[in-house]
T-cell receptor, first 113, second 112 residues
Framework: EAGVTQFPSHSVIEKGQTVTLRCDPI?????LYWYRRVMGKEIKFLLH????????ESGMPNNRFLAERTGGTYSTLKVQPAELEDSGVYFC???????????FGQGTRLTVV | QKEVEQNSGPLSVPEGAIASLNCTYS??????FFWYRQYSGKSPELIMS????GDKEDGRFTAQLNKASQYVSLLIRDSQPSDSATYLC????????????FGKGTMLLVSP
């Protein structure tokens, strides 16, 4: 069974550009999460989908971030326009039940220069 | 603000020893507790979950939870060099809440 997959693994963009990250969760997992780790800090929650609905987006830093999960399958996270402080590793995770631990993808390392 | 605290380490143990990793959390109503292992440059890997007070064993790993003290630990018996990684403590902060609050992680180094 395939795990959580993320694309791309690395992205280097200039300040002001747009980047879209993609996550394919484990098949059958209704819950999909986005997390971010900036250098020197802990992994922090951004957003939670249940199927195609946003359950909780309290961790989204600002309106430059837009997450979608059309059809309840894969999800995208768009940053537009990117700022220097957006640099970090963006993790996607998925789970079956809401109280279960989530399974993480390998992450997308985003560098904004 | 809800927090999860871990000693950043590194915690150094010789091969074959018991490694003890500790974590405290601030939110008393936390319900679920998880340990993730993360190798450098890789994704966090779920290795243990615990939901009630006491011990839970899985192979060489034992998770211990004490909700009264707001403390959760992970013991690794017969530590191997391949156990060298960063261990992340994560807490599900509330009933009906499924998002995780992470600590910064403890780096474990197991020397041959």
């Amino acid at each position: 069974e395939a795990g959580v997959t993320q694309f791309p693994s690395h992205s280097v963009i200039e300040k002001g550009q747009t980047v879209t990250l993609r996550c394919d969760p484990i098949s059958g997992h209704d819950n999909l999460y986005w997390y971010r780790r900036v250098m020197g800090k802990e992994i922090k929650f951004l957003l939670h989908f249940v199927k195609e609905s946003k359950q909780d987006e309290s961790g989204m830093p600002n309106n430059r971030f837009l997450a979608e999960r059309t059809g309840g399958t894969y999800s995208t996270l768009k940053v537009q326009p990117a700022e220097l402080e957006d640099s970090g590793v963006y993790f996607c995770a998925s789970s079956q039940g809401q109280a279960n631990g989530a399974f993480f993808g390998q992450g997308t390392r985003l560098t904004v220069v | 603000q809800k927090e999860v605290e871990q000693n950043s380490g590194p915690l150094s143990v010789p091969e074959g020893a018991i490694a003890s990793l500790n974590c405290t959390y601030s939110d008393r109503v936390s319900q679920s507790f998880f340990w993730y292992r993360q190798y450098s440059g890789k994704s966090p890997e779920l290795i243990m979950s615990i939901y009630s007070n006491g011990d839970k064993e899985d192979g060489r790993f034992t998770a211990q939870l004490n909700k009264a003290s707001q403390y959760v630990s992970l013991l690794i018996r017969d530590s191997q060099p391949s156990d060298s990684a960063t261990y992340l403590c994560a807490v599900n902060p509330d009933v009906g809440y499924s998002t995780l609050t992470f600590g910064k992680g403890t780096m474990l180094l197991v020397s041959p």
